[in-house]
């Protein structure tokens, strides 16, 4: 039951928005900003969330006299609002979006509701892989170009939040498929588009073609005067591009071909040619090694020179940027076994591209919330490169089956500190124990960040 203190906190709305009701679904980190920020605006806010509610968001909506419930619905409350912000994580097909729609009430994102009230310049990334990466070293080169940027969207602290409470001058937002879902209105000055496989297909009717028009929304109301930087070997990416008007200005980056603009790869130089901007660097200096990150790096690149930023504070940041936590994030070694925590990679693809980088014998950590994965991708670098796979989820029986001819050894397990431990005894001197899970993680875990952390915590236990 809901604490009855909670929903009748603020019974009088405030002015500017002319009190009018806003309902916002999900007291997560982008709903409870969004509260925040509606409340400023002069709304009447409502949260409601089907689930419990985390203690310190509820702190925070207590704190600032906010009206919530926490799981439940309550449907009289909600069709009474003039719009509603959907945290990205609630299906279109979920019985209270059905009826707000039926009601002819409109359901945006919170980044769409944010955008209207900021003038800040705005790049905007997105794709299946790779993007936490991207944005993050995009946000560190700028600021370490002196730029007053904030860093939002999937990533930190929610963007209506920084909006209502930071001044910058430009953001550097990752979004997500189901954020883009929401966003109408909402311009990117610079959209990146970074690659676009097979990731989330159970919340878009397993149809590949419906899962690309989302990511294509990053491009949508860009006019001559804004940028679209995309990936020229993303098959996916130019064939989205083939029935679709883009008006923005385009920068492809290619490690297969050469451009007159955009990155390309030359005798081992990224090579990055905007009109009024050259520039060059050796892969081998770059921070993040592997392939995938010299496309990320490419993507950061050509935003920054777009922005003409030195071309020397764009080499220092690229050299000295340290990843993200939980991407290819090395925990230690013990007993020259070394252990790799890429708990962030929740796709096929995202595992394929970490096992790619890998340059000794892996044991190989899979398994979780199964998405409608394919696995086939990954079968020539597990024979060449896995000699054990470690299945951590309540459900293995796909990848035994997808990968039962390829490695002699296939073990279950329930816990992070079980397949560390299971791992750590099939390794030996000189290999790599990598978790690259290829999967959801709520089937055990609270998220890929608690995955990640266990088996962190694990490692240490060895």
Same mark, same amino acid.
């Given at each position: 039951?809901?604490?009855?203190?909670?929903?009748?906190?603020?019974?009088?709305?405030?002015?500017? $928005?002319?009190?009018?009701?806003?309902? *916002?679904?999900?007291?997560?980190?982008?709903?409870?900003?969004?509260?925040?920020?509606?409340?400023?605006? %002069?709304?009447?806010?409502?949260? !409601?969330?089907?689930? =419990?509610? =985390?203690?310190?968001?509820?702190?925070? &909506?207590?704190?600032?006299?906010?009206?919530?419930?926490?799981?439940?619905?309550?449907?009289?409350?909600? &069709? +009474? +609002?003039?719009?509603?912000?959907?945290?990205?994580?609630?299906?279109?097909? $979920?019985?209270?979006?059905?009826?707000?729609?039926?009601? %002819?009430?409109?359901?945006?994102?919170? /980044?769409?509701?944010?955008?209207?009230?900021?003038? +800040?310049?705005?790049?905007?990334? #997105?794709?299946?892989?790779?993007?936490?990466?991207?944005?993050?070293?995009?946000?560190?080169?700028?600021?370490?170009?002196?730029?007053?940027?904030?860093?939002?969207?999937?990533?930190?602290?929610?963007?209506?939040?920084?909006?209502?409470?930071?001044?910058?001058?430009?953001?550097?937002?990752?979004? !997500?498929?189901?954020?883009?879902?929401?966003?109408?209105?909402?311009?990117?000055?610079?959209?990146? &588009?970074?690659?676009?496989?097979?990731?989330?297909?159970?919340?878009?009717?397993?149809?590949?073609?419906?899962?690309?028009?989302?990511?294509?929304?990053? #491009?949508?109301?860009?006019? =001559?005067?804004?940028?679209?930087?995309?990936?020229?070997?993303?098959?996916?990416? *130019?064939?989205?591009?083939?029935?679709?008007?883009?008006?923005?200005?385009?920068?492809?980056?290619? /490690?297969?071909?050469?451009?007159?603009?955009?990155?390309?790869?030359?005798?081992?130089?990224?090579?990055?040619?905007?009109?009024?901007?050259?520039?060059?660097?050796?892969?081998?200096?770059?921070?993040?090694?592997?392939?995938?990150? /010299?496309?990320?790096?490419?993507? !950061?690149?050509?935003?920054?020179?777009?922005?003409?930023?030195?071309?020397?504070?764009?080499?220092?940041?690229?050299?000295?940027?340290?990843?993200?936590?939980?991407?290819?994030?090395?925990?230690?070694?013990?007993?020259?076994?070394?252990?790799?925590?890429?708990?962030?990679?929740?796709?096929?693809?995202?595992?394929?591209? $970490?096992?790619?980088?890998?340059?000794?014998?892996?044991?190989?950590?899979?398994?979780?919330?199964?998405?409608?994965?394919?696995?086939?991708?990954?079968?020539?670098?597990?024979?060449?490169?896995?000699? =054990?796979?470690?299945?951590?989820?309540?459900?293995?029986?796909?990848?035994?089956?997808?990968?039962?001819?390829?490695?002699?050894?296939? *073990?279950?397990?329930?816990?992070?500190?079980?397949?560390?431990?299971?791992?750590?005894?099939?390794?030996?001197?000189?290999? #790599?124990?990598?978790?690259?899970?290829?999967?959801? !993680?709520?089937?055990?875990?609270?998220?890929?960040?608690?995955?990640?952390?266990?088996?962190?915590?694990?490692?240490?236990? &060895?």
């Amino acid at each position: 039951m809901t604490d009855k203190s909670n929903t009748s906190l603020q019974k009088q709305p405030l002015q500017g $928005a002319g009190g009018a009701r806003l309902a *916002i679904l999900g007291a997560g980190e982008s709903g409870v900003g969004a509260a925040y920020l509606a409340q400023q605006q %002069g709304y009447d806010v409502f949260v !409601s969330d089907f689930g =419990a509610i =985390a203690t310190h968001y509820k702190d925070q &909506l207590q704190g600032w006299k906010i009206r919530f419930e926490e799981n439940q619905h309550t449907e009289a409350e909600i &069709l +009474a +609002a003039v719009e509603v912000i959907k945290s990205p994580g609630i299906a279109h097909k $979920a019985p209270i979006i059905k009826k707000i729609k039926e009601k %002819g009430i409109p359901v945006i994102s919170e /980044i769409e509701f944010a955008g209207r009230y900021t003038d +800040a310049k705005i790049i905007g990334i #997105t794709g299946s892989n790779g993007k936490t990466t991207t944005t993050s070293l995009t946000h560190f080169i700028l600021k370490n170009a002196g730029l007053n940027v904030g860093l939002a969207g999937n990533i930190g602290r929610s963007f209506a939040y920084q909006v209502a409470t930071e001044k910058y001058d430009c953001y550097v937002l990752e979004l !997500s498929s189901f954020m883009l879902d929401d966003m109408y209105r909402f311009k990117t000055d610079i959209a990146v &588009l970074l690659n676009i496989t097979p990731d989330h297909l159970d919340r878009y009717e397993y149809k590949m073609e419906n899962y690309a028009a989302s990511k294509f929304r990053v #491009t949508q109301n860009q006019t =001559a005067n804004d940028v679209f930087i995309y990936c020229a070997d993303d098959p996916e990416t *130019i064939k989205g591009m083939e029935n679709r008007t883009i008006n923005a200005r385009q920068f492809p980056f290619t /490690i297969e071909k050469k451009n007159l603009t955009g990155a390309y790869l030359e005798n081992d130089n990224i090579v990055i040619n905007t009109p009024q901007e050259h520039f060059e660097m050796s892969i081998t200096e770059l921070a993040l090694q592997g392939k995938h990150n /010299i496309y990320n790096s490419m993507a !950061s690149g050509i935003v920054a020179k777009v922005l003409e930023l030195r071309n020397d504070t764009l080499r220092e940041s690229l050299a000295t940027f340290k990843n993200i936590e939980h991407r290819l994030e090395s925990v230690g070694k013990i007993s020259g076994i070394s252990f790799i925590n890429d708990s962030k990679a929740t796709n096929v693809n995202s595992t394929w591209y $970490a096992l790619e980088s890998m340059t000794s014998d892996v044991v190989l950590i899979l398994g979780g919330v199964d998405k409608g994965n394919d696995y086939t991708m990954l079968k020539d670098l597990v024979k060449q490169k896995v000699k =054990a796979i470690v299945c951590l989820g309540k459900d293995n029986q796909r990848i035994h089956d997808a990968f039962e001819d390829d490695v002699d050894i296939i *073990i279950n397990t329930s816990s992070a500190a079980e397949a560390a431990q299971t791992a750590y005894h099939l390794a030996t001197k000189g290999d #790599t124990v990598l978790l690259s899970p290829a999967c959801a !993680s709520f089937d055990l875990f609270k998220n890929y960040e608690d995955r990640g952390n266990q088996f962190k915590a694990a490692v240490k236990e &060895l």
